[in-house]
Structures are given as C-alpha cells and as structure tokens.
C-alpha cells in the first residue's frame, strides 16, 4: 500500500463522466452553496463533516481536477482499494499516524493540490459533529513552515436528507476559508487547539442552519 497520493489519468477521466451521472440519477438533488469560495488554484483543505462513505463521491463534484483524499487505512482492501489508490487517495491510520502518511500530506499541500480531510476521524451518525483533534491543525502548521505557501481550510457541511440513500437530497455548503494565521498564539500547540475549536465551531453552526 503506497503512501502517496497517485492519480492515473486513464482512470480518472474514463470514470469522470460516469461518476457525475450516477450521482446526479442516484440522489434527488445535489444542492452545492459556496462554490465561490472554493480556490480556483493553489492548495487548500476541504475539511468536511464525514457521514457516509457517499462522502468522498459527492465531495469530487467541486472539482474537475482530481481531489487528494486522506483515507483511513482499512478501506485500502479489494478493488475498492484498489481503484482510491489510484484515484488520489493515501492511507492513514487513524488510530496512530505515520510520519509518511503526514508528510505525504504535506507534500500535497506544497505541490498545491487540494487535500480532503474528515476531521471527525471516521464517519459519524450519532451526533450533529464528533470533537475533532488537532491533527489538522498540525499539519498546516508544518505545511507552512518553510513560508512558502498559504493554505485556506474550508470548513464544510455536508448532509443529506433524510439519510444517505436512494433518492436523498443531499447538500454540500462550503463556508468561506479560515486561516490559521489569524489564529497565532503563543507556541503551535496553543494556535493548533484555538484553530481547531474555530474550525468545529463553524461547521457545526453551518449543519446547524
């Protein structure tokens, strides 16, 4: 199992259009908000509410180019494996992380790509939206370092009513980008947790409204 992010061309672009129609045929409506806050180019992190594993399908509708998506590791099995590994998704293990699924991230970022992350950690059903760590938080944190790049977090609600099946309506709204920056405290440990409670408070309220 690769720990980088690798997108084949043939692939993707052969299962683009049929991707695209079976959502549209398959939930009632796809309902997207915000798209103009969506970075035309440069990185930037999509960082969404996980409800199912539709989630990572509906999410690809924002982008013609491909999206990166950090994947818990246990879904790297079969020919589902098989097929998000070479549709720009990379393993993590959730549970402990490695330094090669992080700087992998990393490496995405500085290539100015744009990188999905669920920050609940796994799909959450029981509550409106599981506290998150600050892993994300981290990761732009060192992704920045070197001063050579900004990177936007776009917090997103994603939802469907009234679950995630057949015929749903689902909707996706992405709120306007959070900059960590804007959120410097003393050392990165204290930025890293007033960041992350600002990123779970804005999707919280948007899943709210």
Not at 23 to 50: D, T, V
Not at 128 to 147: M, N
Not at 157 to 168: K, N
Not at 195 to 202: D, I, M, N, V
Request: proline letters at 7%.
């Amino acid at each position: 199992m690769s720990t980088t992010a690798t997108v084949k061309p043939w692939l993707y672009w052969s299962l683009f259009p049929i991707h695209r129609t079976f959502l549209r045929l398959y939930f009632s409506s796809i309902e997207i908000q915000g798209r103009e806050n969506l970075p035309q180019q440069g990185p930037c992190i999509l960082a969404s509410k996980h409800f199912s594993r539709w989630d990572p399908l509906v999410l690809s509708l924002l982008s013609q180019e491909p999206l990166r998506f950090m994947t818990n590791a246990n879904q790297f099995t079969g020919i589902q494996g098989w097929a998000i590994e070479r549709l720009g998704a990379f393993p993590v293990n959730l549970a402990r992380p490695s330094v090669s699924s992080l700087r992998c991230a990393i490496e995405l970022l500085q290539a100015k790509h744009k990188l999905v992350i669920f920050p609940e950690g796994g799909i959450v059903r029981d509550q409106p939206l599981r506290e998150f760590k600050t892993g994300l938080a981290r990761l732009v944190l060192q992704a920045e370092a070197s001063g050579e790049i900004r990177v936007p977090i776009l917090p997103i609600a994603l939802s469907y009513l009234p679950t995630a099946s057949a015929g749903a309506k689902a909707s996706i709204r992405i709120n306007p980008p959070l900059y960590i920056n804007d959120y410097r405290q003393e050392n990165d440990k204290q930025t890293a947790r007033i960041f992350t409670q600002t990123l779970y408070s804005k999707i919280l309220e948007s899943l709210s409204n």
